[in-house]
Every structure is written in C-alpha cells, then in structure tokens.
C-alpha cells in the first residue's frame, strides 16, 4: 500500500522557520519525483518543489525560491521541505505526493499518490 505522511506544520511567527518532513512507502522511492504542493484557504493549490528520487536534483516555485530548500533521504524514504524567512502568504495546508514521471515539474495531475496535509500557520 502506498503511503506518504507529511508532518511538522505548525504555528510560526513571520520570518520564522519550520521544517516538513514526508515519509513514503510503498513503492520504490528512486523512480518518483517527489513533491510538496500547498492549498490556502479560498485558494486553488499550488506548487512549491520538487525533487528527483532518481538524481537529486530540485525545482521550486518562484514564490519560495531563495527561502525553502528540498532535500530527500533515500535510504530512509524520506523528503524534506525547509522553510526560512516565513511571511504569512506561507499559511497554508501542505502537501507531499509522489509522481512517476520524467523530469521535474509540479503539475499535479502527474502526481500518482497523495499524503494527507499538515497545516502551516505563519502569523504576522
């Protein structure tokens, strides 16, 4: 059964930080993109970055470039989204899903598989 948990939202003051982590399993983590996409309230969801399973390499969003950075551990099927300098446009329910496609992107219906969301609260 594939799975992806994501965790470590919370409430954090503007320019704060926060951390996200997103455990997968169930498939083989190498092959997928994994990605984090977020949904504020009234507002349709939107990408934030990505990254290979298969080579590392990372795409991000204009809106958080410069601020988060995506990591992974693929000895522990693990991705993570570090979040600095955190403005309340941030708030928002965020996601991690996993896509067996080719090449970087955040378009979510080549995404496969869906966690459930873990809130980010950035207050001002």
């Known amino acids: 059964e594939v799975q992806l948990q994501a965790s470590g939202g919370g409430l954090v003051q503007a320019g704060g930080s926060l951390r996200l982590s997103c455990a997968a399993s169930?498939?083989?983590?190498?092959?997928?993109?994994i990605g984090w996409f977020r949904q504020a309230p009234g507002k349709e969801r939107e990408g934030v970055s990505c990254?290979?399973?298969?080579?590392?390499?990372?795409y991000y969003a204009d809106s958080v470039k410069g601020r988060f950075t995506i990591s992974s551990d693929n000895a522990k099927n693990m991705v993570y989204l570090q979040m600095n300098s955190l403005k309340p446009e941030d708030t928002a329910v965020y996601y991690c899903?996993?896509?067996?496609?080719?090449?970087?992107?955040?378009?979510?219906?080549?995404?496969?598989?869906w966690g459930q969301g873990t809130q980010v609260t950035v207050s001002s």
């Open positions: 169930g498939f083989t983590f190498d092959d997928y993109v």
């Open positions: 899903a996993a896509g067996l496609k080719n090449g970087l992107g955040l378009v979510e219906y080549e995404y496969d598989y």
């Open positions: 990254i290979s399973g298969i080579d590392g390499s990372t």
